[in-house]
């Protein structure tokens, strides 16, 4: 049975390798899949970059605004009308000319009206869905997609990473030029400039001190 799947972890949690594993794992079985991600991240374009150096470009970007399952019935077509012209009787192994797999990087970037889609996908449209994020924001607040991902996810799996003091990180501070702030737009991807925006995994009693105490912004 298919299922909706949500990897989540804090940054540097090695979210990207995984879902470039995962892609190459259906592939080598001669699976097909379809990798996306929400246009508003816009940090290395229409690719996903793993922090080992491993990229490769998406399938489709999804707008803040798009059907999400509309969007992904037009790629499974495509994907369907490719396949099919290009199978070979003998081949081994032989292709599905169906889509195996939905993969998305950076799902904490959609609207809950997006991740919806995703279980109707699953469910509807029988295509199992791979989603990786990052659960909360800089503030320690959740943000809109993985909160409903939360919620409706048949399977949830925590990525781990560690905090400087090597205990397990769970927050993502925010530093601008930087220096650590806690104020701010819940959204604002990594920049390269004089006040660039970066981001540290971080445990609770680290956040805590760099932050005086302070969660939620407050």
Partial sequence: MAKLYFRYGAMNSGKSTALLQAAYNYEERGQRVLLAKPAIDTKDADRVSSRLGVTRPVDFLIPPDADLRTLFAVHRDRVKEDAEASLLPDEQPPRRADVACLLLDEAQFLTPTQIDDLLRIVV???????????????????????RRLMELA?????????????????????LVGGRFVFDGDQV????????????????????LRESGGRLDGR
Avoid at 124 to 146: M, N, Q, W
Avoid at 154 to 166: D, M, P, Q
Avoid at 188 to 207: F, N, P
């Fill in 188 to 207: 604002a991807i990594d920049e390269l400039t004089a006040d660039r925006v970066t981001y540290e995994s971080m445990c609770a009693e680290c956040y």
């Fill in 124 to 146: 509807l449209d029988k295509i199992p869905v791979l989603a990786y994020g990052i659960r909360t924001d800089f503030r320690t607040e959740a943000f809109p997609g993985s």
């Fill in 154 to 174: 048949h399977s949830l799996e925590e990525l781990k990473t560690i905090c400087r003091c090597g205990r397990k990180a769970l927050f993502n501070a925010r």
